[in-house]
């Protein structure tokens, strides 16, 4: 089905069917304070779908109570004077939230009217007390015009120039243009247009075409965190000339939603543009990841976590014959900066290509990282492991042991375990080609061994024998 639209009239509030006694609202020629909408279906509104806002004083109507259902909607301002709404002297903006108005199938309000769903609606209108011929200027006019429609009575016996709203025109709506006689009600500002938002790491730059007024003193730009359900001032440009911004300081992978007025420091703001959205940038790695503890089925994988919101990591793997396996990891936060990942199930005596990269659910993914290879071992690889040291050492004295390991290189060891066979042990983190251990007792034969690891897999283990003299005391 399509997205839902505002029927017509094509403008929801044309400004010759606005009347405007002393700030009270009409519609279509209709008394009271109603303001009808009508859809070319039913639709579904969510709270804070409409709002309604003076561009003059820069104020919200808050006073406003939604009713109805299907294709038609009505909005009552608040009642505030002799039980009728009212609305103060001002140029107005209308605007429906695309995305908090649907139908049936879940489509948002094709507020633009181009085909597609996701632009909200726009309107703009002007209340101006004692206007009778809406040109913004109270003046003789206006008396001719009231003049003109004394006899002729609207929809619900409404009469144009029955400011006072009591059904006749009379000396008191008179009255009401002595009051404003003299006034006008400027125009507001041009809206800006053609908006762009362009991401980056941490910040987005926005863009915009500048109005043809003259009078324009500068921009305000709105925010909005909720995918552009809610929207609060963000930031003033004081400057008419301004024709781009940045909004820095922003997480990675976060979705940021934007409008822009113009403003004048005489006549008000502008209408609002339509919304616009980016997401800014997620890091990828800055280098490649390093590969370590190799075995024939397994080897691990650690790289630098330069994102500080993640979902997650994926890993791509190619193997044999360039099969490819993305493989989910979990964010991590280590306190080195790095993520790790220990890559199981691998075929032996395989060449594996790796790269990473970061993403939040539901925006984007961050760049690849730079791809590295690595080959897992023979099922039986052919590792040797040797110790060696002296046969013989003193109780008390430190013993030094000389550790080596061929056929392989030794960086892809990830622990040697020692026993110094006197109920004493140790698990080294990383190769080393020295260790020493220190025997308290003596007058017996210990045995060292020495068992080299990559991960869980055993590589290679030695043995040595030696005896632990004791020392007799002596008097000195």
């Known amino acids: 089905m399509a997205s839902p639209q505002v029927s017509l009239p094509t403008q929801p509030l044309p400004e010759d069917d606005i009347q405007s006694p002393n700030g009270h609202f009409y519609f279509e020629d209709a008394p009271g304070q109603a303001l009808n909408v009508a859809f070319n279906q039913s639709v579904t509104l969510a709270s804070g779908a409409m709002s309604l806002t003076n561009l003059t004083t820069a104020e919200t109507v808050t006073e406003l109570t939604q009713s109805g259902s299907g294709a038609t909607r009505t909005w009552t301002v608040g009642e505030t004077i002799d039980g009728q709404g009212m609305l103060t002297r001002g140029n107005y903006e209308l605007l429906l939230n695309a995305d908090l108005v649907t139908n049936a199938g879940n489509e948002n309000l094709d507020g633009d009217s181009n085909g597609t769903g996701g632009d909200d609606y726009i309107s703009g209108f002007f209340f101006q007390p004692g206007d009778a011929n809406h040109d913004r200027l109270v003046s003789g006019d206006d008396y001719s015009s009231i003049d003109f429609n004394s006899t002729i009575p609207g929809a619900n016996g409404f009469h144009n120039g029955d400011f006072n709203y009591d059904g006749i025109i009379s000396g008191d709506d008179w009255a009401t243009i002595d009051f404003w006689a003299g006034t006008a009600l400027p125009a507001p500002p041009d809206q800006p247009n053609e908006m762009t938002a ?99 089925d397994a080897l691990t994988l650690t790289w630098n976590d330069n994102t500080t919101n993640e979902s997650g990591f994926e890993i791509e793997q190619t193997g044999a014959g360039g099969a490819i396996t993305i493989i989910s990891v979990p964010a991590q936060d280590n306190p080195d900066g790095t993520a790790s990942f220990r890559v199981t199930g691998l075929n032996a005596a395989t060449t594996y290509s790796f790269r990473v990269r970061a993403y939040i659910t539901g925006t984007q993914d961050s760049a690849w990282s730079p791809t590295v290879a690595a080959a897992t071992f023979p099922t039986t690889p052919d590792v040797t492991l040797g110790i060696s040291g002296a046969s013989a050492v003193n109780e008390g004295s430190e013993y030094s042991l000389d550790i080596d390991i061929g056929g392989i290189d030794s960086s892809y060891v990830t622990a040697v375990e020692l026993n110094w066979g006197d109920g004493a042990s140790e698990t080294l983190s990383s190769f080393v080609t020295r260790a020493a251990h220190t025997y308290p007792d003596g007058e017996a034969p210990r045995t060292i061994t020495a068992t080299a690891k990559a991960g869980n897999t055993v590589l290679a283990s030695d043995m040595l024998e030696l005896i632990v003299h004791n020392v007799v005391p002596m008097l000195t």
């Open 198 to 296: 362009a991401a980056g790491r941490g910040f987005i730059d926005l863009t915009w075409t500048a109005p043809t007024d003259v009078d324009v003193d500068g921009f305000k730009i709105y925010r909005s965190l909720d995918a552009g359900d809610t929207f609060t001032l963000h930031h003033t440009i004081a400057d008419p000339t301004a024709r781009a911004w940045r909004d820095e300081g922003l997480e990675d992978g976060t979705k940021y939603t934007y409008r822009i007025r113009a403003y004048s420091d005489s006549d008000g703001q502008s209408l609002t543009t339509n919304k616009i959205w980016s997401v800014t940038n997620l890091p990828s790695p800055l280098e490649q990841p390093i590969v370590s503890a190799v075995t024939y």
